[in-house]
């Protein structure tokens, strides 16, 4: 094998690129390795020998070189052998591979480029063919470096990114804590009636928010509430509204009215929405609005005041299992100034139960494009009729799931069901 002279300026474009610096030369000719490296030290290239494919290969799997030229027929481990064994080798980096072969026809190139070669030169080597192979190999090369970068800084990029959201996630899930911690009791025993909460957010933290708090020893508010929107601007809101209706805290509650002497009365229902209405629109710089139910209970005679503002329709099962769905329906919180609210009263006799839930219940899709709608909701709660009243919300759950198809929820599911025993 014989090699033309390359001029100096030729070889110096390429040996300049910076890209291939370390080219390997195998052939079992220790004469045709000695003219070829010559040839390419001159140029600036760190150039290594292999008398054989096996050789070449130890070299290979220890420091990979950005160049092979290597001759086709040798003995033992032929060129197309030891390419094919080269590519099996795993490594991050790539090494452009040239064969040098007598062979010209169409199948045996075909059969080295199946077993990973780059490209072919036909001997003898002219050293401008060469060079323009070179070349190509650069460009190749230039290209596989660069997208080796790319993949690193978006694998970088990514790494961060998973970093964040791991943060973020871990920061949601204590907020999920803090945010189920709003809804302490989610069973509760008055003796004349018990109450039984429900609060599942479709994410992390959700806008939904139901509760009690004690008005006197025979009556209870109720509260189910549904901040617009999801996620961590709608909780922060459930938050304040919490505060707002604290059952530990008669002087911070909107629903109580203190008096100078530390005496305190329940303000009617349509009142303290209109306090809530007039808050969110005044101190909350927020373009979320709320829907709400809230209820004044009188455990010893049944009776209920309540006031609707954009909630789904409270519903009553009577003991006989029958269900009763109804209400003025009325204004979101938080929408208009000075809206004024409506109430109404209901009547429960002993055995019956009240259903205050939100819209993520009658609004959860099925397998197609349909809702679950009131109606379904009322069929739901007639085929739970005599479950315990500690367990029937949850039962509303496995329902919802079989109904959706087992997708999940779109929507915040809570709700609040009171038992009236009188």
Not at 393 to 410: C, H, M, N, T
């Amino acid at each position: 094998m014989t090699v033309q002279t390359m001029t100096v300026q030729a070889m110096d474009a390429v040996a300049d690129s910076g890209v291939i610096r370390r080219v390997l030369v195998v052939d079992d000719s220790r004469v045709q390795r000695r003219i070829l490296s010559v040839s390419l030290k001159r140029e600036g290239y760190d150039v290594i020998e292999a008398a054989s494919g096996q050789e070449a290969l130890e070299i290979c799997r220890e420091n990979l070189p950005d160049l092979i030229l290597s001759d086709w027929m040798m003995p033992g481990m032929s060129g197309l052998e030891f390419c094919r064994e080269l590519r099996e080798i795993p490594v991050e980096s790539y090494a452009y591979f040239i064969l040098l072969t007598s062979k010209s026809e169409k199948d045996e190139v075909a059969q080295g480029f199946a077993a990973g070669a780059d490209d072919f030169l036909t001997k003898p080597v002219n050293g401008y063919e060469l060079r323009a192979r070179i070349s190509a190999g650069e460009r190749i090369l230039r290209m596989q470096h660069e997208l080796t970068e790319k993949n690193r800084v978006i694998t970088d990029t990514l790494d961060e990114l998973q970093r964040l959201y791991d943060s973020l996630d871990n920061d949601l899930l204590a907020a999920k804590k803090l945010q189920q911690s709003l809804v302490p009791d989610r069973f509760r025993d008055f003796g004349l009636g018990a109450v039984s909460l429900l609060l599942q957010s479709s994410g992390h933290v959700g806008g939904d928010l139901v509760g009690h708090y004690k008005i006197s020893d025979t009556r209870l508010g109720l509260y189910s509430i549904d901040v617009s929107g999801h996620g961590i601007s709608s909780a922060l809101i459930t938050a304040r509204l919490a505060g707002y209706l604290s059952s530990s805290s008669p002087e911070q509650n909107v629903a109580m009215q203190v008096y100078p002497d530390g005496s305190h009365e329940h303000l009617e229902p349509k009142e303290v929405i209109c306090r809530l209405n007039e808050i969110i629109l005044d101190e909350m710089e927020t373009e979320h609005y709320f829907t709400m139910l809230l209820a004044d209970v009188d455990l010893e005679t049944g009776r209920v005041t309540m006031a609707q503002a954009g909630h789904p329709h409270p519903l009553i099962q009577r003991a006989d299992g029958t269900v009763e769905q109804d209400g003025p329906g009325g204004l979101p919180v938080g929408l208009i100034p000075g809206a004024e609210f409506s109430q109404f009263v209901l009547q429960l006799h002993p055995g019956d139960r009240l259903f205050m839930m939100s819209d993520g219940v009658t609004e959860c899709p099925d397998t197609d494009s349909g809702m679950l709608g009131e109606n379904g909701f009322e069929t739901m709660v007639r085929d739970l009729h005599g479950h315990a009243l500690d367990e029937t919300l949850q039962a509303i759950v496995w329902k919802l799931d079989e109904y959706s198809g087992g997708r999940g929820f779109p929507d915040d599911i809570s709700g609040i069901l009171l038992e009236y025993r009188g």
